[in-house]
């Protein structure tokens, strides 16, 4: 099922990995988070073939790391809208939801090649090496932004799910006649 990624706040287990997808032409570079989904790692760059195959090797590793959900890079124009790669995009994600029984999040993934290609750059990787790492280093980029963001959204859960229990435990002392200021 595609969800918004505050769909996936306190729907997850406590512990579960993500996998980020950066869906390209030719490849599909892979990274996968800690099962506490603090940080994410490169994985793998996946040759795109015919969606079948595609899927089923996705499936693989979906099954052989527990993932608990799927983050797809979705690649929006600069203005916010959806151009030609991003519906392709989600229309692999919809493709995907039948091939595997976890959430799928779409993730703006703006800029995040450009950001990877600049780092190796500036790294002094050879084109060669460039070529091999982009992908997998783009999918990580998305994941880590889709996991920070999850991570902020959790926290403000916990947080007010805190107050609410500290407010009715007030509730409680002043219904029984204590006073809360007394310890």
Do not use: H
């Not at 998305?142 to 007010?160: K, S, V």
């Amino acid at each position: 099922m595609t969800v918004a990624l505050e769909g996936l706040v306190g729907k997850l287990p406590r512990f579960g990995r993500l996998i980020g997808i950066d869906l390209g032409t030719k490849t599909i570079g892979l990274a996968l988070s800690d099962v506490e989904r603090r940080i994410a790692s490169p994985l793998e760059t996946l040759k795109r073939g015919k969606f079948t195959k595609d899927a089923a090797e996705i499936a693989s590793i979906v099954k052989r790391f527990d993932v608990a959900a799927i983050v797809v890079g979705l690649p929006l124009n600069m203005d916010g809208s959806a151009g030609p790669r991003a519906q392709s995009t989600q229309s692999f994600m919809r493709n995907l939801e039948g091939v595997i029984a976890c959430p799928i999040v779409g993730w703006d993934e703006r800029l995040s090649t450009m950001a990877v290609t600049r780092t190796l750059l500036e790294a002094d990787a050879s084109r060669a090496r460039r070529g091999q790492l982009v992908d997998k280093l783009a999918a990580s980029y998305i994941l880590q932004g889709a996991i920070d963001r999850l991570n902020l959204l959790e926290d403000a859960r916990t947080q007010e799910a805190d107050q609410e229990a500290d407010q009715e435990a007030d509730r409680a002392r002043n219904a029984a006649g204590e006073d809360p200021d007394r310890e």
